[in-house]
């Protein structure tokens, strides 16, 4: 008797879907050409970025009253783009966690003047603080390209992640759980290790950088993928939310070359 043919399981269509690649692809591209452009360039190419999560973020978590959250989202992109272009000669990192801050309050208060008696609270407020988390995590990208050394860790850690979103629409469905991990871990290593021969005393930080934002894309993509969603914002979310979530190792390994 021949076998049930296999279907695609519902944790896996946002993997596999070409929305979700485009959508890493683009935004590395725009992230990792504005950090060799500059410091205010970079922000600007993550605020673009950043306004397509804060648009599909919502619906890839299932939220409800996505457009609140949406706009909370928003004005916290907006916010934290502002104080990296008008920072003068800090890089602005330090007042992130301000606007952060801005961004939890808001998240609040947009549950309590919703009148659906606030259903799902805890997890819209934990969905929006993840979505500030990853937001602020690209925008540490732009923090990065105002150092030396500090565009090709940005190439790097975000490099790595699109390599770990194409690992994941290669590799067969039933194979993803398995292998995205290593696969990923080992390109990022492999992306570190060419962009750091460039300048030898940066190596050690590149490959590291590169071995943490392997393993940190995966982890993130293996919990976004447990959810299932149609909707084509959503989907390309999640390859914006799987690139930018590495952005603040960016910053660790610039850090690492100039302390």
């Known amino acids: 008797m021949p076998g049930a043919p296999l279907t695609e399981s519902p944790t896996s ?43 599909g973020w919502p619906l890839l978590l299932g939220l409800p009253r996505p457009t609140g959250i949406s706009l909370v989202l928003a004005a916290a992109s907006v916010g934290m ?42 997890v819209s407020l934990a969905g929006c603080a993840l979505g500030l988390a990853v937001l602020a995590s ?38 993803a759980n398995e292998w995205s991990l290593p696969a990923s871990v080992l390109l990022g290593v492999l992306l570190g290790l060419i962009i750091g021969l460039t300048d030898t005393q940066a190596l050690a930080a590149m490959l590291l950088t590169g071995l943490l934002a392997g393993f940190v894309g995966a982890a993130l993509r293996r919990v ?25 190792l960016a910053y660790a390994a610039q850090w690492m070359i100039n302390r």
């Open 13 to 55: 269509r946002i993997a596999t879907s070409s929305l979700a690649l485009i959508g890493g692809v683009v935004t590395a591209a725009l992230v990792i050409l504005g950090a060799y452009a500059g410091h205010d360039v970079s922000a600007y190419a993550v605020l673009a970025a950043g306004l397509a999560l804060a648009w």
């Open 81 to 122: 783009a502002g104080v990296v272009v008008f920072s003068g000669d800090d890089d602005g990192m330090q007042a992130i966690s301000l606007v952060l801050a801005i961004g939890l309050v808001l998240a609040f208060l947009h549950q309590l003047i919703r009148t659906d008696g606030r259903e799902s609270l805890v």
């Open 138 to 175: 690209g925008m540490f990208c732009a923090g990065a390209a105002a150092y030396d050394q500090g565009d090709a860790a940005v190439a790097v850690a975000v490099g790595a992640a699109v390599l770990g979103l194409l690992v994941d629409t290669v590799l067969p469905a039933e194979h």
């Open 224 to 248: 976004l993928r447990q959810l299932d969603t149609d909707e084509p914002a959503g989907r390309l979310t999640y390859g914006i939310a799987a690139v930018l979530s590495t952005g603040v």
